[in-house]
């Protein structure tokens, strides 16, 4: 591919043109649109770097502008994917995908003109496979740009906004999973008798991953040409884990999310124990400091305060646990787990349709986090005679039978998206919770735009209870840290 454009030219791309102070602006502001805070004090460190490292080095050039601008190790994929587009290694197509002019015919690392797509496709994966045997970054890298030219481009050519450039489509095609045995095989060949026992299989997945993250950053940097860098940063890289939706979710993205359990509950902690010790010194004792104030001449120079002593809060949880939100209420009660020496005592109940009390599968040691909602669902009656939510259910039942867990030090958090199936909301119920606990927040992982469509009867309970939209985890860090009492 042709080398990128520095100063005084364009790629053609929006937000990228003017040279190296656009770019490095049209960088900044995709950072900050995906959640990272960078204020103008790191922008100018960040303009700083460019000047001293030159853009010779893109490495040394990612390293230098992650220095000046990153805070935190969870942003840095967020960095990498804005880098790779607003400092992309070239533009077009790469070179090892184009046809050499000169006399000799095709490249000797491109497959020979005029053969089929099949043969084509399998030499291709021929390559990949011995770059992966080998560790070959570069390589990878030029394979990937070679793989998406060839096999990533959609669309009739007509119009840009119909055209471009798909890693879904070249992963398919591709299949590089499918390669493990093949790498595996050609590494034995010339490996020692032990070497099934010094590079596992995990290894080659490894390298797998990372060429599939290749393919991901070059089809972006293709379309971002077509389309503009500043709007394919702002919707094609994906979100920090605790910028994630909690409904939107998949697999691997709770995974992550899970990942950061641990270092968010060690922020939320430091946090809480700040606002402790603040909350320790009281309200400023009138009488006391103007006796001090005689020794001065009345000037109050040493405030006397009433001193108190306040006692860590109980905290009760309350979960869906049904599968439209049972990510949400896995990670919090994760969340609530390690935090667990904040509180005083901490009970945690769930529900589906009926309520049970399942505080010893969430705290109990070894416990696997990715499987607690399910040892939830299979070890608890949290089911009746159907697999539905029924929130009128569930609270008459913790109303009923579960109301000795409340009393005036206790906070109850209600984690559901309040979708009841068109059943008794049973505000009554809710009503006489509330009038248990110290207080009370119902944390939705909705849109508060949605509490009043379909079967949602959020409108409803946000009459008895606060309720707040919670749909992602730094907002769930953000209500943890302000509504908890100290």
């Not at 405030?303 to 009760?316: H, L, T």
């Amino acid at each position: 591919m042709s080398p990128a454009p520095t100063e005084g030219t364009t790629d053609g791309t929006e937000g990228a043109t003017g040279g190296t102070p656009a770019r490095l602006t049209g960088f900044v502001r995709a950072l900050r649109g995906h959640g990272l805070r960078i204020g103008p004090a790191e922008t100018v460190d960040a303009a700083a770097v460019l000047d001293v490292l030159g853009l010779a080095d893109r490495e040394q050039m990612r390293a230098g502008l992650g220095a000046a601008l990153l805070r935190g190790e969870g942003q840095r994929a967020v960095f990498d994917a804005a880098f790779d587009l607003f400092f992309p290694l070239g533009v077009g197509d790469p070179e090892s995908a184009r046809v050499d002019p000169a006399p000799g015919g095709p490249r000797q690392d491109a497959p020979e003109q005029g053969a089929s797509p099949r043969d084509a496709r399998e030499d291709l994966r021929e390559r990949i496979a011995a770059a992966l045997a080998a560790d070959d970054r570069a390589a990878l890298a030029r394979l990937a740009g070679e793989a998406v030219a060839a096999f990533g481009r959609y669309g009739s050519g007509s119009t840009p906004t119909s055209d471009g450039w798909s890693a879904h489509q070249t992963l398919g095609r591709l299949a590089p999973e499918t390669l493990l045995a093949r790498v595996l095989a050609a590494l034995r060949e010339g490996a020692a008798p032990d070497f099934t026992d010094r590079l596992a299989a995990d290894e080659i997945r490894r390298r797998i991953q990372l060429f599939r993250t290749m393919v991901g950053t070059e089809a972006r940097r293709r379309v971002a040409e077509l389309r503009g860098t500043e709007r394919i940063a702002e919707r094609a890289i994906a979100p920090s884990p605790d910028r994630i939706d909690f409904l939107a979710a998949g697999r691997d993205q709770l995974a992550e999310l899970r990942r950061t359990v641990h270092p968010l509950a060690r922020k939320l902690a430091t946090r809480l124990a700040a606002r402790r010790r603040r909350a320790a010194r009281g309200q400023i004792d009138l009488r006391r400091t103007l006796r001090r104030s005689l020794s001065t001449g009345g000037v109050p120079l040493r405030p006397a305060y009433r001193r108190r002593r306040p006692a860590r809060p109980e905290i009760v949880l309350l979960c869906d646990v049904s599968g439209s939100v049972a990510g949400f209420a896995d990670f919090t009660m994760l969340l609530v787990r390690a935090m667990s020496d904040q509180f005083s005592k901490v009970r945690v109940f769930a529900f589906v349709n009926r309520t049970a009390e399942v505080t010893d599968l969430v705290t109990k040691d070894g416990a696997d986090p990715a499987r607690l909602a399910r040892s939830i669902l299979t070890g608890a009656k949290v089911m009746g005679y159907h697999g539905n939510s029924d929130y009128g259910s569930a609270l008459g039942e913790f109303a009923e039978r579960h109301l000795d867990a409340l009393g005036p030090r206790t906070s109850l958090l209600i984690l559901g998206d309040a979708r009841n199936n068109h059943r008794d909301p049973n505000l009554r119920a809710l009503r006489a919770i509330a009038g248990r606990a110290r207080r009370v927040y119902w944390l939705n992982p909705e849109a508060p735009a949605l509490w009043r469509t379909g079967d949602s009867a959020a409108a409803a309970y946000a009459e008895v209870v606060e309720m707040h939209s919670c749909r992602n985890a730094r907002r769930l860090g953000e209500l943890i840290t302000r509504l908890l009492p100290v």
